[in-house]
């Protein structure tokens, strides 16, 4: 279908084509997504409220008050409402896939859901999101079989495919889920990322793909002037953080799976597998980091803490919505960066400049670690009735006094 502007369109009278054309029924899935889920969230709060299906502040809440923790039912809601609205017909393979996507989208809402009321146990949760990824993986043939030539592989038996893909779905919706702990934090990063996917799925003609992302995002969205709201406030809860991480799964692995065709298609990407862990970098970085942590330490990888890179935002005196942001713009600049620069640079050279950044940000970490050991080791100081500011702990940059 020929494309058209918006203004050509009315100026010609034909407004059916508005609704028929499928760049703008993306378009229009995302802003129907967001207005769904900004008319919807306000019912599942008073809700929550009235049946108290609250979050109560811990020793890891960046919050003071108890906050609804469904939000993740308007989020699911509003996309699969935003994308069913319109027939998805042209290309059946695409459709076929996502058909099979929306069982896994189902079992892990109904998995959050249960998770958000009564908790979960965490082998469980894990035995699910591994029989919500094999239905797509098994059923659909959806799997990474190429490495792009990363250390010299390309393409790789299902020996190997298959249980990197599911390590990839386990991954990212775990990842997805880490990084909920501050307002704002997981669904930005996931609405950079679902529309940074979705773009590139409409410039390929995959819109089935394209319109799904597009409506997660249209939904992240409106969850969003929720999650920032001070006297509105939601969580979007594992029923979200599920959801969205299953979502961001596929359309990481379908992003890899149609540029593999990159040799013969000049809208490919031979680097793919790079740009998608440029546009997921905050998760990636952040889980690593924070497994890497908690296992020098000698505790449990999976053993919750305050060692996230949000907590440490928070903690040095940012607000949620600064923290936010900060971390947003890593994901944005990092993205922008990567396009400007990568020419022609192999993927196993991009995996190393990766690794790279990933030390730079370790090194980054520690420092506002030891940063806020200082600031929290002062207050206690500066509180006691005995305070002498020779006690104050020394940093690299105080000098003693003589």
Request: aromatic share 14%; net charge neutral; charged share 15%.
């Amino acid at each position: 279908m020929e494309f058209k502007l918006p203004l050509q369109i009315l100026s010609e009278g034909d407004f059916s084509n508005i609704i028929h054309h499928d760049v703008y029924q993306c378009l229009l899935s995302f802003l129907i997504a967001c207005f769904l889920s900004i008319i919807s969230i306000p019912i599942i709060i008073n809700l929550s409220n009235l049946l108290h299906l609250t979050a109560k502040p811990g020793f890891r809440s960046s919050h003071d008050i108890e906050t609804p923790t469904l939000g993740g039912i308007a989020i699911f809601a509003a996309t699969l409402i935003a994308y069913f609205l319109w027939p998805h017909s042209e290309n059946i393979l695409d459709s076929n896939l996502i058909s099979l996507a929306m069982t896994g989208v189902i079992i892990l809402f109904f998995l959050g859901i249960k998770d958000d009321i009564l908790a979960v146990d965490p082998t469980k949760k894990l035995i699910i999101q591994i029989f919500a990824s094999l239905i797509l993986v098994a059923m659909g043939n959806f799997k990474v079989d190429n490495f792009y030539g990363i250390f010299g592989i390309h393409a790789v038996s299902d020996f190997v495919s298959i249980p990197l893909t599911v390590f990839i779905f386990i991954a990212i919706i775990n990842a997805i889920n880490l990084i909920d702990g501050i307002d704002g934090l997981a669904g930005g990063i996931s609405l950079i990322a679902g529309l940074g996917f979705g773009i590139w799925f409409i410039l390929n003609d995959h819109f089935s793909f394209g319109c799904l992302a597009f409506a997660m995002s249209g939904s992240l969205l409106g969850f969003l002037r929720f999650n920032f709201s001070k006297t509105s406030k939601i969580f979007m809860g594992d029923t979200g953080s599920l959801i969205v991480g299953y979502l961001l799964s596929i359309f990481s692995v379908e992003f890899l799976s149609l540029n593999v065709g990159y040799l013969h298609d000049p809208n490919a990407y031979f680097n793919a597998p790079i740009i998608v862990m440029v546009l997921l970098i905050v998760p990636i970085f952040d889980t690593l980091r924070v497994f890497i942590v908690r296992i020098f330490k000698g505790g449990s990888p999976f053993v919750a803490d305050r060692n996230h890179m949000h907590h440490i935002l928070i903690d040095i005196g940012l607000n949620h919505f600064w923290a936010s942001c900060s971390l947003w713009l890593i994901t944005v600049v990092n993205t922008a960066l990567f396009f400007a620069f990568h020419g022609d640079i192999t993927n196993t050279a991009s995996l190393y400049i990766y690794i790279s950044m990933f030390g730079f940000y370790m090194l980054f970490a520690h420092l506002l670690k030891r940063r806020v050991v200082f600031i929290r080791q002062k207050k206690e100081l500066s509180e006691s009735p005995s305070f002498n500011e020779n006690d104050l702990p020394s940093t690299g940059n105080r000098r003693r006094k003589l």
